[in-house]
């Protein structure tokens, strides 16, 4: 059977005693080993968040910008093509107007041609008519 006497109370006051020793060498710097560890973490933490916003913001900016540039890029590029279509047209307008030219110098020259090689025609067969005739008749025209 267990006795309740003055031993008891002994052993209250060592547990204390040694309860007080050990927070003071132990569990005290422990504990704020534990808080210096938990403020860093909380420290990164909102450092991380912190970077993260950081990111999104320049991210969106970037989104921004990169958006700007190719609309840029196509209202650059619409207005290359758009000279580009009005020098192919003045380029193709002053081909056909060339074309055109040389065209009608060439039915010139042909009309021309044509209107010669018709005169040479006419005398020649006026000649060979009448070598066709005097073949027929068997004498010479005058």
């Not at 006497?5 to 534990?34: C, E, H, K, S």
């Not at 003045?90 to 042909?110: F, N, R």
């Amino acid at each position: 059977m267990i006795q309740v006497d003055w031993t008891i109370w002994l052993q209250f006051v060592n547990f204390f005693v040694l309860m007080a020793v050990l927070n003071f060498i132990l569990y005290r710097p422990l504990r704020g080993i534990l808080n210096r560890r938990r403020e860093t973490i909380d420290g990164s933490y909102a450092k991380a968040k912190e970077l993260e916003v950081r990111i999104s913001e320049k991210m969106a900016r970037y989104q921004d910008q990169l958006q700007a540039a190719k609309l840029k890029g196509n209202e650059e590029r619409a207005q290359l093509r758009k000279a580009a279509a009005g020098e192919e047209a003045e380029i193709l307008g002053k081909a056909h107007s060339k074309a055109a030219d040389q065209l009608q110098d060439i039915k010139k020259k042909v009309s021309s041609e044509a209107e010669a090689a018709a005169q040479v025609l006419k005398t020649e067969t006026k000649v060979l008519a009448a070598q066709i005739a005097s073949k027929v008749l068997g004498r010479t025209l005058k």
